[in-house]
């Protein structure tokens, strides 16, 4: 972990001898050459999960496939079955894939609330800033890699 911050602390030293100016222009230009690419590479993804989709759907209207529909229902619901059946309860494998998401949503929004002073802390151990919040050199480079990531969104 160590070598992590230090690491960061090097990177972002950098930056932070340069002008405010020098920093915004680093921190938008890398933040949409992050965006663009992220919206890019997501737009890929979804093309290829799509067309496997439709493809799968055609190849099945046109007879090259045959899709067990009743029996891949029943190997779902007996999973889901002994799953519910650990945690002691009853209901169609949709409700408990439902239920299921919604527990884990939770528990992940309660680690996030209970380590949100954690975080606090490591953030401003991080950029050097013990007594309190104030704008620094990190706080200009990285609203502006947001804004940067922004754009890159919004032109991908």
């Known amino acids: ?32 050459v992050t965006g663009y690419t992220t919206m890019k590479i997501g737009k890929f993804a979804a093309f290829a999960v799509g067309g496997s989709i439709i493809l799968l759907e055609i190849a099945h209207q046109e007879g090259l ?8 229902d029943k190997s779902v619901d007996k999973l889901a079955d002994k799953v519910e059946a650990s945690l002691g309860r009853e209901k169609n494998w949709k409700d408990k894939t439902e239920r299921y998401v919604d527990n884990q949503l939770d528990r992940a929004e309660s680690l996030l609330t209970r380590n949100s002073k954690k975080v606090a802390k490591w953030y401003t151990k991080l950029i050097g ?11 200009i480079f990285l609203a502006s890699f947001f804004g940067g ?8």
């Not at 070598?3 to 915004?24: C, H, P, T, W």
């Not at 013990?130 to 050199?137: F, I, M, R, T, Y």
């Open 65 to 72: 496939i045959k899709i067990n529909w009743s029996k891949l």
């Open 129 to 139: 800033d013990e007594e309190g919040p104030k704008v620094n050199d990190l706080h």
């Open 149 to 156: 990531v922004a754009l890159g969104i919004a032109t991908g």
């Open 1 to 32: 972990m160590t070598n992590y911050s230090e690491f960061l602390k090097k990177v972002f030293s950098d930056i932070g001898q340069r002008s405010a100016y020098s920093q915004m222009l680093i921190g938008v230009s890398s933040g949409w």
